[in-house]
C-alpha cells in the first residue's frame, strides 16, 4: 500500500498572504459546502429521512496544517495488467459501454474483492476507458480503513486543503450537499451553469490518477457527473496543431481555490501551490497523449504573452467541454462507485436539483506520476 501523507503540526489557522487579493476568486466555481445543518442530516427536520452514514458527514478542523507535500516515487500498476483482464470481467459481469470512446457499465463485478492482479487490471481498464462505474457495489459499507486500503494500492492518498473529510480520515475527500440545502439558488443568482470542467486537483505537483467515487446519499434525480475523453480530444486536433502544443507547458493554481475557502471562514489544511504541467500529458501505461489543461486551474502557458495564452487556452477549453461526441454522462444509483483516470479524463458534477434532497459522496484520490510528455509523433 502506497503511504499517505497525514503527518501534521497544530498551529493557528491563517491565511496565507497571496489570499489577500479577493480578484483571484472569481476565477474559480466553488461548489464545495462548509457546513451543514446538524438537525437535518440526523433526520429531525420534516421532509428529510438522516443521513445513511452519519460517519462520513464532513468536519472541518482548522487547527491541523499540512506540511507540504514531497514528492515520491510512483509505481503504476497498469502496466503489469492482462489486457484481456480476466480477474476484472469474469464471463458473468455485465459490461456495457455508454459511448465508443469513453463510459462503461460494470455489473456482477465486486471490487472490494479484487485479487492484486484484479487491481491491476483496474487500472488499465479505467485508463482505457477513461471512466467505469461499478454497480451494486459493497464499497460504502467497508470500514473507513479498509476502504483507504483498497484504493492505497494505486497511489499515495490525497489530502484536500480544504474539503470536509470524515473526522479521523483527512485521506477521504467529502462531496456533501446536506438534506434541505437550497444554496444552490444563490449560486444560479450569480452564474448561469453549474458546470465547471476540471481534473482533480491538476496544481499538485503529482496530481491523482486511478480515482475513486462512491454514493453514499443521492437525489432521485439529478446530480450526474459529466465526463470528458481528454485523450480524443487531442486526437481531434490537426497534426500541426498537436505538434504546436507539444514543448508548451501551462501554470495550474490552487491558490483561488484556497482563498475561497478563507473567504468563507472555513479551513486551508495546507499553504496553496502552483505547478508547471506539459499541455500534453503521456499515460504510463497506455502511452496514450491526453490534453491536460482545465479552466478550474490552469492559469497560463509558460512564455506565451497574456492574449496569447488566452486565445489558445480558450480555444482547448471549449474543444474539451463542447465535444459532446467523446463525453459521458454518469448517473448515480445506490451501490455506485465510479472510477475514472484524472490523466485523461476531465469531469464536472452537476447541480440540477431543485428539492433539497440530499447529495453525499465519498472520493478517494491516490496521487500519481508528476505529468510529463513524449515526443510529438505524426
Not at 489530502?159 to 440545502?181: K, M, N, Q, Y
Not at 465510479?338 to 496521487?367: E, F, Y
Request: with cysteine; charged share 25%.
Amino acid at each position: 500500500m502506497a503511504p499517505s501523507a497525514t503527518a501534521t503540526v497544530t498551529e493557528a489557522a491563517s491565511a496565507p498572504k497571496q489570499l489577500k487579493d479577493p480578484r483571484i476568486a472569481g476565477q474559480y466555481k466553488e461548489f464545495q459546502t462548509y457546513h451543514f445543518s446538524q438537525e437535518a442530516e440526523e433526520g429531525k427536520v420534516e421532509g428529510f429521512e438522516a443521513a445513511k452514514y452519519p460517519h462520513y458527514l464532513p468536519t472541518w478542523d482548522k487547527t491541523l496544517k499540512y506540511p507540504p507535500l514531497e514528492p515520491f516515487e510512483h509505481y503504476e500498476h497498469g502496466k503489469d495488467a492482462d489486457t484481456s483482464f480476466p480477474e476484472l470481467l469474469p464471463e458473468s459481469a455485465q459490461v456495457t459501454h455508454l459511448t465508443p470512446t469513453i463510459g462503461t457499465e460494470v455489473r456482477g463485478v465486486q471490487l472490494s474483492s479484487l485479487s492484486d492482479a484484479g487491481k491491476d487490471q483496474l487500472a488499465r481498464y479505467v485508463a482505457e476507458r477513461k471512466v467505469v462505474a461499478f454497480r451494486n457495489q459493497d464499497f460504502k459499507d467497508l470500514s473507513i480503513p479498509e476502504a483507504l486500503k483498497f484504493g492505497g494500492y494505486f497511489g499515495r492518498h490525497h489530502i484536500h486543503p480544504t474539503s470536509g473529510a470524515p473526522a479521523g480520515h483527512p485521506e477521504i475527500h467529502l462531496v456533501h450537499r446536506g438534506a434541505g440545502d437550497n444554496r444552490a439558488d444563490m449560486y444560479f443568482c450569480q452564474r448561469v451553469s453549474s458546470v465547471a470542467w476540471h481534473s482533480d486537483v491538476s496544481y499538485e505537483q503529482q496530481p491523482p490518477g486511478t480515482t475513486f467515487l462512491y454514493i453514499l446519499d443521492t437525489p432521485e434525480t439529478g446530480g450526474d457527473t459529466l465526463f470528458s475523453n481528454a485523450v480524443e480530444a487531442y486526437n481531434r486536433l490537426s497534426p500541426l496543431f498537436q505538434e504546436r502544443l507539444h514543448g508548451l507547458k501551462a501554470t495550474h493554481s490552487g491558490v483561488e481555490q484556497v482563498a475561497v475557502a478563507n473567504a468563507r471562514g472555513s479551513i486551508n489544511r495546507r499553504e496553496p501551490v502552483t505547478n508547471v504541467h506539459p499541455i500534453v500529458r503521456t499515460h504510463p501505461a497506455t502511452g496514450e497523449k491526453a490534453l491536460y489543461v482545465n479552466p478550474q486551474f490552469t492559469r497560463e502557458i509558460v512564455g506565451l504573452k497574456r492574449e496569447e495564452s488566452d486565445a489558445i487556452l480558450k480555444f482547448l477549453y471549449d474543444h474539451i467541454a463542447f465535444g459532446a461526441d467523446f463525453q459521458a454522462r454518469v448517473k448515480w444509483e445506490e451501490g455506485t462507485v465510479v472510477v475514472w483516470d484524472n490523466r485523461v479524463t476531465q469531469h464536472s458534477a452537476l447541480l440540477d436539483w431543485k428539492n433539497g434532497q440530499r447529495r453525499h459522496l465519498a472520493r478517494i484520490t491516490p496521487q500519481a506520476e508528476r505529468p510529463y510528455e513524449t515526443p510529438f509523433v505524426n
